[in-house]
């Protein structure tokens, strides 16, 4: 049972325009979201969090949206640019305790110019 | 500026073989965790730590073993490893536990 889902294993968005990303949850617990950035051979990096009080969190070209009726989530990001293709992946944890992150399957994103 | 640091990059085994994988954080924090990712899937928790001396059971912890005897260091081991066990494993620490995690560059095991 996949506690957090990205139903899409790839995106294809052409240079300059919106990237949005989606992601679901079955977890009411989760109250902490993140999403990661992943280049090959690299290990995943932080890209922006947002807690289940909030239903936006902005920095600079991205932007997560939380709808917590829906268990859904999703990341912006405007413009897109080359250096965006990547794997996303989308985490959640329960604030309390230690951060034991459920990650999604990720996204493979890229972007053409 | 390492952050995290993990040892070795790649590793062949064969079945039944045993090994420690280690994880080495400059950062000072708190927690650490091992994670495995398989193709097509997301990460999954193995073992995680909330400081020196502590360890506690993630995910998926079955074959695994785990000590945090250094407040820097996490190590993750494979007693007799198995042929399932062919994986990406990635190493991660974070100050607290409502921030960020930050990731290793990997360890691809392959079980043969």
Request: proline content about 5%; some cysteine.
């Amino acid at each position: 049972d996949q506690q957090v889902k990205q139903n899409s294993p790839s995106l294809s968005v052409q240079e300059g325009r919106i990237s949005i990303l989606n992601c679901d949850y079955t977890n009411s617990m989760f109250d902490y979201f993140l999403w990661y950035k992943k280049y090959p051979a690299e290990g995943p990096t932080f890209l922006i969090s947002i807690s289940s009080i909030k239903d936006k969190n902005e920095d600079g070209r991205f932007t997560v949206f939380l709808n917590k009726s829906a268990k859904h989530l999703s990341l912006h990001i405007v413009p897109s640019q080359p250096g965006d293709s990547a794997v996303y992946f989308c985490a959640a944890s329960e604030i309390q305790g230690a951060q034991k992150l459920v990650f999604g399957q990720g996204t493979r994103l890229t972007i053409n110019p | 500026n390492a952050g995290v640091t993990q040892t070795p990059k790649f590793r062949v085994l064969k079945t039944g073989q045993s090994m420690t994988l280690l994880c080495a954080q400059d950062m000072n924090h708190e927690y650490m965790y091992w994670y495995r990712q398989d193709p097509g899937m997301g990460l999954r928790l193995i073992h995680y730590s909330v400081g020196e001396g502590t360890t506690a059971k993630g995910e998926v912890p079955d074959g695994y073993n785990v000590s945090r005897l250094k407040k820097q260091n996490f190590l993750l081991g494979l007693e007799s490893a198995a042929p399932s066990q062919t994986s990406v494993y990635f190493c991660a620490s974070s100050l607290f536990s409502n921030q960020p995690q930050h990731f290793g560059d990997g360890t691809r095991l392959s079980i043969l």
